[in-house]
């Protein structure tokens, strides 16, 4: 009998404290959520690059005259419009578009509205190539 109620009460401590014992675990924050996602084809050859992640704001009316990259691109608009300028056509591109430049693709970009422009840019640079050639 002694045994018995000995039992019972390691049983009962045991039922009331893994109560208390899961209140002072805090729920695990949420994890990130993926609002974007873009995937472009590469071909690498067996070389030395560089991977180049630039941030740019362009206010009103700023923008970058017709240029090339020595390595592949990938533009992501952060915010606002962006005009792209490339083959004879305009596009604009707006907050979370994106596009993809090929080495010595020849293009502009130009912010036309009143909100400044946020991009990201990820540049594939082989060793000792300019990121940006502008063309005159």
Request: proline residues 7%; aromatic residues 6%.
């Amino acid at each position: 009998m002694k045994i018995m109620k000995h039992f019972l009460f390691v049983a009962l401590v045991a039922i009331l404290w893994v109560p208390v014992a899961l209140a002072d675990e805090k729920p695990a924050p949420p994890g990130p959520a993926v609002v974007y996602q873009a995937k472009y084809p590469i071909t690498v050859q067996g070389a030395d690059y560089d991977l180049l992640t630039i941030i740019m704001d362009f206010p009103s009316g700023a923008g970058v005259p017709r240029h090339i990259h020595g390595g592949s691109v990938l533009v992501t608009v952060l915010s606002g419009e962006i005009t792209l300028k490339e083959k004879g056509t305009e596009i604009i591109k707006k907050t979370g578009e994106s596009w993809t430049e090929k080495p010595g693709d020849e293009h502009a970009v130009v912010n036309a509205g009143s909100a400044t422009v946020r991009v990201a840019i990820s540049m594939l640079l082989p060793k000792g190539s300019e990121a940006t050639t502008i063309v005159k």
